[in-house]
Nanobody, 121 residues
Framework: QVQLVESGGGLVQAGGSLRLSCAASGNIFRINDMAWYRQAPGNQRELVAS???????NYGDSVKGRFSISRDNAKKTVYLQMSRPEPADTAVYYCKATVISSYQLYAKDYWGQGTQVTVSS
């Protein structure tokens, strides 16, 4: 069993900053890619940012230059630093990790429960 727990969401003023965290735990052998997605009401879930095990990053066009993803492999944690957030960034943010568990020999995606981020103007 693998669990992902997000934290750090909440209300933030436009132009402020916020950092989301997602910690993985359980029967983990290796974590490959980690990513943040978001979904606003009525919208599709979209990729915000992703990061490989070696630190290569990828960002959605709407957050490039504003958000930064990072990870701490020792803590099995991925972060999303949200700089200059805008009201359009309001959504539920979900953490995803691609994990090789201690029980299986293949990688499987796991998702966190989501954390609400609300950006006020």
């Amino acid at each position: 069993q693998v669990q992902l727990v997000e934290s750090g969401g909440g209300l933030v003023q436009a132009g402020g900053s916020l950092r989301l965290s997602c910690a993985a735990s359980g029967n983990i052998f290796r974590i490959n890619d980690m990513a943040w997605y978001r979904q606003a009401p009525g919208n599709q879930r979209e990729l915000v940012a992703s990061i490989t095990s070696s630190g290569s990053t990828n960002y959605g066009d709407s957050v490039k230059g504003r958000f930064s993803i990072s990870r701490d492999n020792a803590k099995k944690t991925v972060y999303l630093q949200m700089s200059r957030p805008e009201p359009a960034d309001t959504a539920v943010y979900y953490c995803k990790a691609t994990v090789i568990s201690s029980y299986q020999l293949y990688a499987k995606d796991y998702w966190g429960q989501g954390t609400q981020v609300t950006v006020s103007s």
